[in-house]
């Protein structure tokens, strides 16, 4: 008898024209060109979608949608096309490869609670007119050049923006203003663009800056309670005219040359003000001023400019406590064994 | 002819080591002397290796390895033996009734499914066999590994550049084993050195090289086996310093056929043993992945429907395969070498059912 199929090698060939279509459904094509062509259905509950090659596409007229879905495409060109919804309660829908879109033109939505979109490559966008909005929504950009379009709102409650590379930014009137809200910057040269009126006004905020050239502009205030704002790299800076002023305000300043800029009010009760590296200054005119301060500098030839004592050998120590807040005069030596070696500069 | 069966498990079998069977049950098969005897059970004993065994009609012989529990062997055999006569050890005591008046014998060794680590390797070889007196080394029933590398019996060497089962006796049988060479410093893992008449058989078998030291330490190396058939077996060798999937003699008086077999080289599916430029065997429906070396320039006319990943194919109806998951190969890091429904293995051999009809896993093709 001949043989039922004439297969090469030293094994029969797996049987074809096997069909997927049950519950739970597992369907990973993970090869190219991995297709599903019109009219195959991949639809029961706990389906669970995975394209991992390139040119991977799901046709036109090919829905994806019980729940919960799960729709992965990590590879480029990858595409959702025209009329394609991803539409149930939760959405996830990752992109991990460049030139992964989501088209405007297509009027694709993701739109239940929660949405959480990533997009990890560039030129990653969101195009105008797509809205991811709902509570609580995250939008995580990890690549330049990462921007939210202009018209794009992310505004609802609780709201987190991460922004993670370098030309980063916020453009113009685009607002991130609720409730806890959480703004963070990772990269240089990440800024908060004073011209463009932005607030982050809620409470708590909580503002990091985790880069050189890392700046608060004129006019940017960081003004709730309790207020933390943390600058952890060189060339740290507040700038004239920028105010922290609630009550258990915390200001770190951990990189030299760490300063507070002239007219700079750090002045509510009690307020920690920590200074870690030298040389630490205090410009003319800035205020640590509320009971229970602590004012600690412990790196050597830090100075505390007039009204205030300064160490003259440094060997003795360099702490001091308050004994009146008033300042003056009624600074303390907290080794008192070298008590002749302090000097008020402007007793 | 009557087969001599005896078994290898890794324990309670009648032997545990390939190489202790081999040396213990080496004779000359073809001798009108040498005879299998059948019995009701052993009294007394056991038997010893080589001791004289008197029967009862006033015959005698030599005991051959290890007595079964419903067989016996022996050789130089001489005097009256009736197939009802108590056959009785002179040295262990031990004895048994026989049912026959003995029979030329083949010998067959039934494996249990296990890892037989056998330090040093085999060497079948130092026998006298013929196309009626051969030897077969086979799984046991319900040992078989059904194409699934390390799911049967494994025979296993450690043992540095050493090979791991010597085939230098002819009319050998392997079916369906598996032959692992896992010493840091590898050697070949199936070598088959017979050649005058060499008749070697394999078939179903699947030999691999854990870490070949050298580019000549293949999976599977063939000298001039004249009339050696290898079909529905798996060859493995995937470094990626020394990967050789195998060697092969393509002299002529060599090899008989090669069918239905994969060749799976990390560096180069076969090399060529000689620099003679022509194979005279034919080799049909196999897969070879990674370069031929292209030392034969031409072939056996029936050579062909053979599938390459690489440089170096040869013969007529070549296919190019594509080793990535899922496109010809089931899974092919992990061993899986199921053709895939509709690739470029599936229904593009040629049909070889005159000569055989099942695959690797004992399937009907």
Known sequence: ?347 | MTDFVQTLKSTGGNYSLMSTWESGQQCDLTSATTKVFSHGGITGGPFTDGETINFTSGGSGLMIGVATTTQIMLESLTGTINSSDTATGATSGASVVISDAGNSASVVLECDAFICTDTGGADISGWTTGASNYITIKPAAGAEHGGVVGAGFVYKSTNNNAVTLDIGQAYTQLIGIEVRNAAALGAIALYITATTSANVFVDKCIAEVENPNAVADGALRVARSVDTVIRNSLFINKDATYGVAAMLDQRSAGIASIYNSNFIGGVQSVDWVSAVTTCSYPIIDCIFVGPVETVVTTHDGSTGYNAFSSTGAFGANQKTIVTTFGVDFGDYANDDYVPVAGGNLAGFGTDLSATFTDDITGATR
Do not use: H
Request: glycine residues 4%; hydrophobic residues 40%; contains cysteine.
């Open chain 1, 1 to 347: 008898m001949a043989w039922s199929t004439v297969d090469i090698g030293a094994y029969k060939a797996a049987a074809g024209g096997t069909d997927v279509a049950t519950t739970p459904d597992n369907l990973v094509l993970t090869e190219y060109p991995a297709s599903i062509a019109n009219n195959v259905n991949v639809a029961t509950s706990l389906d669970t979608l995975v394209l991992t090659e390139y040119a991977a596409t799901i046709s036109v007229g090919i829905d994806v949608a019980t729940t919960p879905d799960t729709l992965v495409l990590t590879e480029y060109p990858a595409t959702i096309t025209s009329n394609v919804e991803v539409t149930t309660t939760p959405d996830t829908l990752v992109l991990t490869e460049y030139a992964a879109t989501i088209s405007t033109v297509n009027n694709v939505d993701i739109t239940t609670n929660p949405d959480t979109l990533v997009l990890t490559e560039y030129p990653a966008s969101i195009a105008n007119n797509v809205n991811v909005a709902t509570t609580p929504d995250t939008l995580v950009l990890t690549e330049y050049p990462a921007t939210i379009a202009f018209g794009v709102n992310v505004a609802t409650s609780p709201d987190t923006l991460v922004l993670t590379e370098y030309a980063a930014s916020i453009a113009n009137d685009v607002n991130v203003a609720t409730a806890l809200d959480t703004l963070v910057l990772t990269e240089y040269p990440a800024t908060v663009s004073l011209a463009n009126d932005v607030d982050v006004t809620t409470s708590p905020d909580t503002l990091v800056l985790t880069e050189y050239a890392a700046s608060i502009a004129n006019n940017v205030n960081v003004t709730t309670s309790p207020d933390t704002l943390v600058l952890t790299e060189y060339a740290a800076s507040i700038a004239n005219n920028v105010s922290i002023t609630t009550a258990l305000d915390t200001l770190v300043l951990t990189e030299y040359p760490a300063t507070i800029a002239l007219n700079s009010a750090v002045d509510t009760t009690p307020d920690t003000l920590l200074l870690t590296t030298y040389p630490v200054t205090f410009g003319r005119d800035v205020n640590v001023l509320c009971n229970l301060d602590t004012l600690i500098l412990t790196a050597y030839s830090a100075t505390v400019n007039s009204q205030t004592w300064v160490p003259v050998d440094t060997t003795g120590g360099n702490s001091w406590t308050p004994v009146d807040t008033t300042g003056g005069n009624s600074w303390t030596p907290v080794d008192t064994a070298q008590a002749a070696t302090w000097v008020p500069i402007n007793g």
